[in-house]
């Protein structure tokens, strides 16, 4: 699988941006797809995952509220919505396909190349 992020750029703070993830290379179905994101500075984080049966969205306890994953399985895609963006939210953010939970941590089988975002005035 072929991940490819992209949406990323500057925004200011308290506004919406929506990161798009595109799929090719394998069927797209039958991934369990999720964005990851790392600070400047910081290790890489979990933000949250979509099933890809019922289009269930999980999320990290610190992503709650501001974040929606969504996918569209006929586009191959999978998105993050960000909404009321925080200067905390800067980092390049990753999406990843075939994740699973292994000793409390997230991990995924393919990696996209990730997309910056900066939340600045």
């Known amino acids: 699988v072929q991940l490819q992020a992209s949406g990323g750029g500057l925004v200011q703070p308290g506004r919406s941006l929506r990161l798009s993830c595109a799929a090719s290379?394998?069927?797209?179905?039958?991934?369990?797809m999720g964005w990851f994101r790392q600070a400047p500075g910081k290790e890489r984080e979990y933000v949250g995952a979509?099933?890809?049966?019922?289009?269930?969205?999980y999320y990290a306890d610190s992503m709650k509220g501001r974040f929606t994953i969504s996918r569209d399985n006929t586009k191959n895609t999978v998105y993050l919505q960000m909404n009321s963006v925080k200067s905390e939210d800067t980092a390049v953010y990753y999406c990843?396909?075939?994740?699973?939970?292994?000793?409390?941590?997230?991990?995924?089988?393919?990696w996209g190349q990730g997309t910056l975002v900066t939340v600045s005035s």
């Open positions: 290379g394998r069927p797209f179905s039958g991934y369990n």
């Open positions: 979509i099933a890809w049966s019922d289009g269930s969205a």
């Open positions: 990843a396909a075939d994740l699973r939970e292994v000793g409390g941590r997230v991990l995924a089988d393919y």
